[in-house]
């Protein structure tokens, strides 16, 4: 049953993703201007892959959890997603990047959408936190944990391939315990060959949304030693990766 429960969100994962990219390469509602951005090589790249994986990564889910654990990827996954996209339309265009830029700006009095992006995630992994764990303790590691792996694959997403690339080995191992890392995995496999050539790019929508659901994952296949040696990491690759765009701005300053 636990091998099926697998394969259906892996399957659905995938299903609904590559649907919704297709779908989404179609119609691009609202826009070229909103779908289209220039990629790090200026080459013109789409973000339609980034809507498409958080469709997919939900319907895997729904396809093989229930109950609390349900509502608490779907919670997680979607604001995640929600946020990642606010910063991906808004925020397209602003040079600043790393936790201390946007606090600093909101201490200044202006809500930048990466501070947004900051907030929502966030609030939304200590509330899904709360739903998975009963300790107090427990909850706030679990918030922790799902905001710093949002985080975590959206650090990486600076070249084609890369945040997929992380997705896929992160999940791995949780595929062995469980159905919920297949989800992310299935979605992201599903755009893979379009992310690798430079066509399209998940954005700040999708890579938010997939690591929110590697991060649920990790919740539930550990105890609070796990949760524990899990945050600590996150919240360290977080601090590197605010120092390496701070050091960025300094040298292009």
Known sequence: MRALGRFA???AGAVVARAGYVALRRARPGGADVWERTNFAGRAVDLCAGPAVVAGTVAGVAAATSGRQRAAAVLAVCAAGACGAYDDVVGAGDPRRGFRAHLSALRDGELT????????ISGAGLVAGALLEERAVDKALAGVVIAGAAHLVNLVDVRPGRAAALV????????LRGALAAAPMGAVAAVLPED????????DTGAHALG???????????????????AAAFVAAAAYGDRVSAVARAGAG
């Open 212 to 230: 929110a659901a590697l991060g649920v994952a990790v919740v539930t296949a550990n105890g609070r030693a796990g949760l524990l040696a899990h």
């Open 9 to 11: 969100a892996l399957a």
């Open 113 to 120: 959408s990466g501070a947004v992006k900051l907030i929502g």
């Open 196 to 203: 690798l050539d430079g066509r399209t790019m998940i954005g």
């Open 168 to 175: 896929l080995a992160m999940g791995a191992p949780g595929l």
